[in-house]
């Protein structure tokens, strides 16, 4: 039996999903299974200040001292197959095969980018998101080596705050995020610092100018 078309749907273009994003809202799927996605907006928005993250001793003694190389842009698909696989870190994935789809297209027009920690010729953690204005939106992070995703977001903190950027979303908030000064903001806040971000333009690839 063949489905049914449903007239109230609407095909997801990667330009509809920045202009979603630019209004506040996000797509996710139930599970990876899902071929359909729905738009979410918390009452409650999960971000990282980038005026006052917090970086522990540990971690700054990690990086420092790690062994592992940090690269920026190179394996998108791989870092999205490491964010959709359950494993140590998540016993679920939301990451479906339109979500896989979408952001690829906005990989390739430069609007999402990825954090990739290699050890050698392996992929061992990292994270992606979409960069508009001067606003991150993170989706999702991994790791297959002990710190590899806090390597890989600090890496994107430094990143940001040298490319003059005002506001890094992370959604939700987990005790990951926290350790990093994640906090939750009411959806108000949220969209004031989302209108202002929108209005400047923050430059992803500054830090590694700066650290050349």
């Known amino acids: 039996m063949s489905r049914k078309p449903d007239p109230f749907a609407i095909d997801l273009t990667p ?73 140590v870190d998540r016993d679920s994935t939301w990451i479906n095969a339109e979500i896989r789809r979408l952001y690829g297209a906005l990989f390739e027009r430069g609007i999402a980018h990825t954090v990739e920690v290699w050890d050698g010729p392996t992929l061992v953690g990292g994270l992606y998101g979409l960069s508009l204005g001067a606003a991150f939106f993170g989706e999702s992070m991994f790791h297959r080596r002990t710190d590899c995703s806090k390597i890989a977001l600090a890496n994107l903190l430094f990143r940001l705050r040298a490319g003059g950027y005002r506001l890094l979303d992370t959604q939700f908030v987990t005790d990951h995020l926290r350790s990093f000064g994640g906090i939750e903001i009411a959806r108000e806040d949220y969209e004031l610092r989302l209108a202002d971000a929108m209005r400047h333009r923050g430059d992803f690839l500054a830090f590694d100018r700066q650290s050349t």
């Open 15 to 87: 330009e509809l999903i920045v202009r979603a994003y630019q209004a506040g809202i996000f797509p996710m799927a139930e599970d990876a299974g899902s071929p359909d996605l729905f738009w979410v907006s918390p009452q409650q928005r999960g971000i990282i200040p980038l005026d006052g993250f917090h970086i522990s001793r540990r971690l700054a003694r990690t990086l420092r001292t790690h062994p592992y190389s940090v690269r920026i842009d190179t394996d998108f698909a791989g870092v999205v197959e490491g964010c959709a696989t359950a494993g």
